[in-house]
């Protein structure tokens, strides 16, 4: 009689950072979906919970949580609710930024205290803070993974994007430094960097189709990267593919960072 072997459960995920239908973490969760994860999602406040509980229902059994990243009660609370749920985790994708409108309109040098110390915290140190309440799970799973989700605005000067690019700065230096330290426990922590894209983040930051016109022109491509685009480079980083690069910011943006002109 032919031994039946046991099957791997499905993959668990937890997806942070979806506000609509064009998040690119929308997108990234409907990829590792078809692929069979099991996802939880997080919201940042009441205003976004109905389009994220919205888009979730249409996936198999989800969970959706309140969490606003700058309280450490409701992170912890995400962590408690997945292990009851799932047992474990696999892997959890990042895509949280914020800054104040009027930090990104005025010149650099204008931006106030707080404006500076929100804008990191919320792009920057909050991958750092589930990064450290995601790690006893992730270190149970094969292939433990975590991506966030950056912009070239951390390398180089882009009008109207401000203290914006000082948090993507910092939050691809977090990458670094957690992939160092996580490394040993068998997690692998990396960033895409995409080029631009219509979502709601992107609509504040004012002259934003200027920039899309100027990655068409002069991409290699010769055009626009798309939602779809960085879901395919994500199931790549999340996916076995992926076991031996960590710490790493892949350029998902038609090659326009390699130009110079």
């Keep these: 009689m032919a031994v039946k072997l046991p099957t791997l459960p499905s993959r668990v995920g937890l997806i942070i950072g979806v506000a ?19 996802l939880a999602f997080t919201y940042q406040n009441e205003r976004l919970r109905e389009n994220v509980e919205k888009l979730a229902g249409g996936l198999a059994d989800p969970l959706v949580l309140p969490c606003d990243l700058n309280d450490d009660a409701q992170i912890d609370a995400v962590f408690t609710a997945i292990e009851e749920k799932y047992h474990g985790l696999d892997f959890v994708v990042h895509s949280a930024a914020f800054a104040e409108r009027e930090a990104l309109s005025k010149p650099f040098s204008e931006t106030s205290r707080d404006a ?28 433990a993974r975590i991506l966030t989700l ?20 910092a939050l691809e230096s977090s990458v670094r430094y957690l992939a160092s330290e996580f490394g040993p426990r068998g997690i692998r922590v990396n960033a895409i960097s995409a080029g631009p894209v219509k979502t709601l983040a992107a609509s504040g930051v004012s002259g934003f189709s200027d920039f899309l016109k100027t990655y068409e022109q002069r991409a290699p491509i010769g055009r626009n990267i798309t ?35």
């Design 20 to 38: 609509n239908k064009r998040s690119l973490a929308w997108s990234i969760a409907q990829a590792v979906s078809l692929e069979g994860a099991s």
């Design 116 to 143: 500076f110390r929100t804008s990191l915290e919320v792009s920057a140190y909050s991958l750092v803070a589930v990064a450290r309440r995601a790690a006893p799970l992730l270190a149970k799973s094969p292939s």
């Design 150 to 169: 950056s912009f070239l605005g951390s390398e180089r000067v882009f009008p109207n994007y401000n203290v914006m690019g000082v948090a993507k700065a």
């Design 227 to 261: 939602a779809a685009d960085v879901a395919e480079a994500a199931l790549f980083l999340l996916g076995p593919a992926g076991r031996a690069i960590t710490g790493q910011v892949i350029m998902v943006d038609g090659g326009y960072s390699i130009m110079g002109v």
